[in-house]
């Protein structure tokens, strides 16, 4: 993970510590699965950006004073059905939940590749992370 | 709706293109604008910035982490103080009043202009190793020009007390803090500062991610505003990146955190005058 020493000195140090090789594959998924996650989120947000623009000539609400969003674009199951009905506002807001499950993919990636190098302190680092993550993507899903 | 999205788009286009540039991040530029310029209600205008410093963050770990400059240890151990302090920062926007968040964000703002303005890569000394970041293995090296150059942590407590900080501001701003986050690992860690900052963005998204979550269920994030916002900042935050890596940029730079500054004293003075 990350940006191991290459000197074989360092490298001698703990048990299980992967070569630099291997460090770099891992750096390059990880970049991967960013620059994808970030891609395919704008894009989705981008369609549904074009369906909503489309479809509303005039300004929809005005955003001077919070009134807050209504239930079906605010919880996973109503973001997923407005989406799947291809409502404009609904895809939007499907990409957003896209792009914030990316860093948290990040996360459960992290946890895994830890885990390859036998790395236990950062495995339990990475799924406490991800717990956090996943309380606060629950909480107020119920 | 074709023109409101347009010309909240292209402002935040300008808006990304200018918080690359000075480093300060698109999420810290779009908030004063939406509120002041378009009269948007503060927590939209937070829930959009936070989707939007997601993207921008995400999209340049990815070449920084392919690049080796990222420490992806220290981030992530550090990563436990700022989800829970974003958590925190989620929960108390609940409870705070417009006015208060919006003077709190004028004082972040103040500070992270200066600290853009006054931070200059300096030379770091070598440090001897600390026994917690030793049995954490956050030592590590990172590539320069004189290929790769080895370096100790240290500070580990304080950096991680600093990025709870960080972490309660980010939930609370819908910002990505990071000039806190340079702070903690630059100061306080002792780490290299092009490993610091790109360790800070590494950190962004997820630190971002933690409050999302939070104020997507709370209806702050609204599609209608938060697309134009999003994709803006998003590709203008790339072209601001490509300026930077090209052209000698200080004077406008400095202009660009004058800015900011003028824009953290309206909306502190907006704040204390009840106008949120």
Redesign the interface.
């Known amino acids: ?7 074989p000195k ?1 490298a001698d ?2 048990k299980g510590h992967m070569d630099a090789s291997t460090d ?1 594959r891992v ?2 998924l ?3 699965l ?2 994808t ?2 891609l395919l ?2 894009a989705i ?2 369609i ?2 074009a369906v ?2 489309a479809r ?6 005005s ?8 239930v079906q ?3 996973l199951p109503g973001i997923v059905r407005e989406a799947a009905s291809f409502n ?3 895809l ?2 499907l990409g ?2 896209l ?6 993919a ?2 459960a990636f ?1 946890a895994g590749a830890f885990a390859y190098e036998r ?1 236990w ?2 495995v339990a ?2 799924l ?2 991800l717990a ?2 996943a ?7 119920g | 709706m074709v023109e409101f999205t347009a010309v909240i788009g292209f402002g935040s286009l300008l808006a990304g293109f200018l918080g690359a540039l000075t480093g300060l991040g698109g999420g810290v530029v779009i908030v004063p604008m939406l509120t002041l310029l378009f009269g948007v209600d503060i927590r939209y205008a937070i829930g959009a910035a936070l989707v939007s410093v997601i993207a921008t963050s995400s999209g340049a770990a990815a070449a920084y982490v392919r690049d080796g400059y990222s420490n992806i240890r220290v981030g992530m151990f550090l990563e436990i103080a700022t989800t829970i302090g974003a958590l925190s920062g989620a929960a108390l926007a609940l409870y705070l009043k417009a006015s208060v968040i919006a003077i709190i964000f004028g004082v972040v703002l103040l500070y992270s202009a200066w600290a853009s303005y006054r931070h200059q890569e300096h030379a770091m000394d070598v440090q001897p190793p600390d026994r917690i970041a030793t049995w954490l293995r956050m030592d590590s090296a990172y590539p320069t020009a004189n290929g790769l150059k080895q370096y100790h942590v240290r500070g580990v407590p304080l950096g991680f007390g600093i990025m709870y900080i960080a972490g309660v501001l980010s939930g609370l701003l819908g910002i990505g803090s990071g000039a806190v986050k340079v702070l903690a690992m630059d100061q306080a860690m002792k780490l290299p500062f092009k490993v610091s900052t790109t360790t800070s963005n590494f950190m962004i998204g997820v630190t971002a991610a933690a409050s999302a979550g939070i104020y997507l269920s709370r209806g702050y994030i609204d599609p209608a505003l938060a697309m134009p916002v999003m994709l803006g900042v998003l590709v203008g935050s790339l072209g601001g990146a490509r300026l930077l890596a090209g052209a000698k940029v200080t004077t406008l730079r400095l202009v660009f955190s004058a800015v900011i500054g003028l824009l953290a004293v309206e909306m502190i003075y907006n704040g204390f005058a009840g106008k949120f």
């Open positions: 993970m990350g940006n191991e020493p290459e000197t360092k140090v703990g770099k750096d390059q990880m970049g991967l960013l620059r996650g970030v989120a704008a947000v981008a549904g950006g909503f623009v509303h000539a005039e300004p929809v609400g955003y001077r004073v919070f009134q807050g969003e209504p674009y605010r919880t404009g506002r609904g939007i807001q957003l939940l792009l914030i499950a990316t860093p948290v990040r996360v992290s790395d302190v950062y680092v990475s406490f992370v956090v993550l309380y606060s993507l629950g909480s107020g899903h």
